[in-house]
């Protein structure tokens, strides 16, 4: 085992065969549904683990061929990577991400919503709050406007009927003035 | 792939997990994206990882500033004749016609506090009575914003579920009002640093000091202080501008407890502070050690681990009083009292 490649294909004894929602078939090894939490514990409720054990493919109804794909990819490179740790809050600050996955995830955002999903329904920690962190990362320190854009997602200020001007809601200056402001870049102390 | 998936659709948990990566700054850029974000963020309120924030108020405007993920951010909220001038980052200027500033200010301050759930290193108030920018000249107009303010503070700070927590909590101020309107409604069991200065420029002072004192927030922190601002321009050691104060200490030694309390025998503003210690430093104990020093003390009959010595105050009709208790919880207080307060039986050194 110890010349292992993260790309070693699959053999029967030591793997399960997932149906992604398009009917597509994929061989997965057993070390890597580790990283998924729900497909870790549906193996060892099932005792998938046993060479004796029948492996009946696994149905993911909510997980499409091609997200399959990009999951399968997440867990091969994280394939020797330590078990996933809650981080204290200090990392949660922390936008800084390995070259390797700001590729895997340079993909549109409505794939990266999908793909959070998946994660999410799989359960593979890493890959949700890595997703997490890099949509908050996309989005942190721009103005609400720059966010429309980024996101995609068009203002539903709504008209006065009577009058047509935009419906102000809210006079305080968090609604207008904090936004427009920008940040120091080097703090001096209070 | 095509879907309809946006931020807004996504499951709570995920999007509260991209929350929770957000300064408090983003957390209310988001909240103006679209109604539907708003509502979510209102609903969830996440929690701000502010760790400092600072108020400056005097009649014509408040600073307030704030540091999160090591950033500092400062408005600034102006009085305008035409209402409200609010000042980002020292350059963008936005006028908000006739708004008042106090209530421009108290809007994005009460939405603050709602996010702070985590306990702040420090919180800063200083009440600016006095002009720093017109030789300290007397700001007759700032209880016309103060007031308010501490209404709106105090009705703020002491109907929260979880009272505010901060580990440092400093109060520059003129009146008692303006501490007794924050302090006891900080969470006593968070706080460690209790600082509370006059509000720079003034000479009296005019703070009810066992009322402060007796607070749950005083007894509970561990390095607290009374002082009277000093001009920094002329730099002085601060005992010597200290009113009141606590200390906990590992170790001690009778020669710091003598030079300290010479420090205070000579100020004019001094009246009470107290040291706690585990043990004493040096040859000894720290009883003996004073005793070596300062003679033999009072001993008042009842407590036989209490200590006393008294001193005169030079040009003053008060009488310095240094007590050392090294049973059970180990102390050294210092303490100005009046001279009927003395012992019959007990000596007063020079």
């Given at each position: 085992m110890s010349c292992e490649e993260p790309t070693t294909s699959p053999t029967p004894e030591n793997n399960i065969t997932v149906v992604s929602s398009d009917g597509k078939e994929f061989l997965l090894d057993l070390k890597l549904t580790e990283q998924s939490e729900t497909l870790a514990r549906l193996i060892s409720n099932f005792e998938y683990d046993r060479t004796d054990v029948k492996k009946d493919p696994v149905p993911l109804g909510n997980i499409t061929s091609a997200q399959m794909q990009k999951i399968i990819e997440w867990l091969q490179h994280h394939r020797y990577y330590p078990k996933w740790e809650q981080n204290d809050i200090h990392y949660s600050t922390s936008f800084t991400f390995e070259t390797w996955v700001e590729e895997y995830l340079n993909i549109p955002n409505n794939e990266m919503f999908e793909l959070l999903n998946a994660a999410n329904y799989l359960n593979i920690p890493r890959l949700f709050s890595t997703i997490c962190r890099i949509m908050a990362s996309r989005i942190t320190g721009k103005s609400a406007e720059q966010i429309r854009t980024v996101l995609n997602i068009k203002t539903d200020v709504k008209n006065d009927v009577y009058?047509?001007?935009p419906i102000q809601e809210d006079s305080s200056s968090s609604e207008d003035g904090m936004s427009e402001i920008s940040l120091s870049p080097s703090p001096p102390p209070i | 792939m095509s879907s309809n998936l946006s931020l807004i659709t996504l499951p709570d948990t995920s999007l509260n997990n991209v929350l929770s990566h957000f300064d408090y700054k983003s957390t209310q850029s988001l909240r103006k994206v679209c109604r539907d974000l708003r509502n979510f963020i209102d609903d969830v309120i996440p929690c701000s990882t502010v760790i400092k924030i600072s108020l400056r108020i005097n009649s014509k405007f408040i600073v307030l500033k704030f540091i999160e993920c090591g950033v500092l951010m400062e408005i600034e909220y102006r009085y305008h004749e035409k209402g409200c001038v609010v000042v980002g980052g020292g350059k963008n200027e936005k006028l908000m016609e006739g708004q008042e500033f106090a209530r421009i200010f108290w809007n994005d301050?009460?939405?603050?506090?709602?996010?702070?759930k985590s306990a702040l290193e420090e919180f800063t108030i200083v009440f600016m009575h006095f002009d720093a920018e017109n030789k300290l000249k007397k700001d007759e107009e700032i209880y016309q914003v103060s007031t308010g303010i501490l209404e709106l503070v105090k009705a703020n700070l002491s109907a929260r579920i979880h009272p505010l927590q901060t580990n440092f909590i400093q109060i520059n101020a003129l009146h008692q009002n303006e501490v007794m309107s924050i302090l006891p409604f900080i969470d006593s069991q968070k706080v460690e640093r209790v600082t509370i200065m006059s509000a720079k420029g003034s000479t009296e002072i005019e703070f009810d000091i066992p009322e402060i004192l007796n607070l749950e927030q005083w007894k509970k922190s561990t390095r607290s202080g009374i002082f009277k601002n000093t001009d920094l321009s002329s730099p002085s050691d601060s005992v010597?501008?200290?009113?009141?104060g606590k200390l906990y200490l590992v170790a001690l030694d009778g020669g710091s407890v003598v030079s300290m309390g010479s420090k205070f025998l000579n100020s004019s503003v001094f009246q009470f502070f107290e040291i706690y210690y585990n043990e004493s430093m040096g040859g000894g104990s720290l009883?003996?050690?004073?005793?070596?020093?300062?003679?033999e003390p009072y001993k008042d009959g009842i407590h036989h681990s209490k200590r006393t010595w008294f001193f005169q105050y030079d040009g003053a009709d008060n009488v310095f009083q240094l007590c050392n208790d090294s049973s059970g919880e180990k102390v050294v207080s210092y303490k100005r009292i009046r001279p009927e307060e003395v012992p019959d039986d007990a000596d007063i050194l020079g």
């Open positions: 009058t047509g001007i | 301050f009460e939405e603050m506090l709602k996010y702070q010597d501008q200290t009113i009141a009883t003996g050690q004073l005793i070596e020093k300062l003679g």
